[in-house]
């Protein structure tokens, strides 16, 4: 059972990012889907997340309006579009799964993660 995110970079402030989060393994297609990242000497915090058939959505504070979760079952990806980049976004981004239908904010309920991917916003 693998998550696997990737898409992530360096990218100048005020530039965008879509970062990937494919399953291998299993489907997860029943789980609901967060977006972490944790940046250097911080805590690992909540992004967004998605319900399990993609029909609700939530975000923390400094995400809404910028970053846009999604998912695709058919092809067992879920999708962070990340615009208007800042560079306190810098951080590793994780995706992980949920061990339930929906998305919750604690990491605690998200039994499954991905090796995480880098994202750099240069100012």
């Known amino acids: 059972v693998q998550l696997q995110a990737f898409g992530g970079g360096l990218v100048q402030a005020g530039g965008s990012l879509r970062l990937s989060c494919a399953a291998s393994g299993r489907t997860f297609n029943n789980n609901g889907m967060g977006w972490f990242r944790q940046a250097p000497g911080k805590e690992r915090e909540f992004v967004a997340g998605i319900s399990w058939n993609g029909g609700s959505a939530r975000y923390v504070d400094f995400a809404k309006g910028r970053f846009t979760i999604s998912r695709d079952n058919a092809k067992n990806t879920v999708y962070l579009q990340m615009n208007s980049l800042k560079p306190e976004d810098t951080a590793v981004y994780y995706c992980?799964?949920?061990?339930?239908?929906?998305?919750?904010?604690?990491?605690?309920?998200?039994?499954?993660w991905g090796q995480g991917t880098q994202v750099t916003v240069s100012s």
């Open positions: 992980a799964a949920s061990r339930t239908g929906y998305s919750t904010r604690p990491y605690s309920d998200y039994p499954y």
